[in-house]
């Protein structure tokens, strides 16, 4: 799999692995660092990031536990390059992110907001 930063053109595939609006997808990549997994020169894969206050903060990470695993390498490299934790959200029906947070190193940290109703897990990775 190759991993690379996102374009503006990607973000009607980012759509269809997400169901959101390809419009939220393209604000996502411009306001974000949203780097992409391609496999045959598909998508298969997104993770989004950004960085606050000595913590870089996943805002969404989409694809299969491998594919998320790999994905999470990037914050995870650019945190510690940083000196910074990691943190992500995770809704508590994503087992695929669940799994790579796991496998990744990721402590259960407790429970996190809800979004849209949706219980999440909050991961921790310190730096």
Do not use: W
Not at 2 to 7: Q, T
Not at 61 to 74: A, W
Not at 88 to 96: A, I, M, Q, T
């Amino acid at each position: 799999m190759e991993i690379r930063d996102a374009v503006e053109s990607d973000a009607g595939r980012l759509a269809e692995l997400t169901d959101a609006p390809a419009d939220v997808m393209r604000n996502l990549v411009h306001d974000r660092t949203v780097r992409v997994g391609e496999e045959d020169d598909d998508i298969v894969g997104f993770v989004s990031y950004d960085a606050r206050e000595k913590t870089v903060h996943v805002t969404q990470i989409e694809g299969t536990p491998e594919v998320c695993n790999r994905l999470l390498d990037e914050p995870v490299r650019f945190a510690r390059g940083e000196g910074m934790a990691v943190e992500l959200l995770v809704p508590e029906p994503d087992e695929d992110a669940q799994t790579a947070a796991d496998s990744a190193g990721f402590d259960r940290v407790g429970s996190g907001p809800r979004f849209d109703g949706t219980p999440t897990v909050k991961y921790r990775l310190e730096g």
